[in-house]
C-alpha cells in the first residue's frame, strides 16, 4: 500500500499542469490527501482545504492520463464529498 501511495506522490513531482483562473494547478498540492485516498482513513482538514483550493483544476486532472486512475477512483470521489466539495462534472 505505501508503495502505490508513494509512486503517486513521485508522479505529482512530475506532472504540473497549466494553471486555471487564479489557481496554480499542482496536483503535488493534493498530497496531504494520498492517505485518505489510498485507505478508509477520513480526509484531514488539509487535504479538504487543497481539495476545495484546486476543484478549478479537478478537470484537467481527470483528462491527465497519468492522474485519470487516481482522480477518477472511487476512494477520489468519496473523499472529495467527505470534504464537501463533489467533483465537478466535466
Request: no cysteine; glycine share 0%; proline share 9%.
Given at each position: 500500500m505505501y508503495k502505490y501511495v508513494l509512486c503517486i506522490v513521485l508522479m505529482f513531482l512530475f506532472v504540473k499542469l497549466e494553471p486555471s483562473a487564479a489557481v496554480t494547478c499542482d496536483p503535488m498540492e493534493l498530497s496531504s490527501c494520498a492517505s485518505a485516498i489510498s485507505s478508509s482513513s477520513p480526509p484531514s482538514a488539509m487535504c479538504c482545504a487543497k481539495l476545495k483550493e484546486q476543484k478549478p483544476c479537478l478537470c484537467q486532472y481527470m483528462?491527465?492520463?497519468?492522474?485519470?486512475?487516481?482522480?477518477?477512483?472511487p476512494n477520489s470521489r468519496k473523499v472529495a464529498i467527505q470534504c464537501g466539495s463533489p467533483f465537478p462534472s466535466c
Open positions: 483528462k491527465n492520463p497519468n492522474l485519470q486512475k487516481l482522480i477518477n477512483s
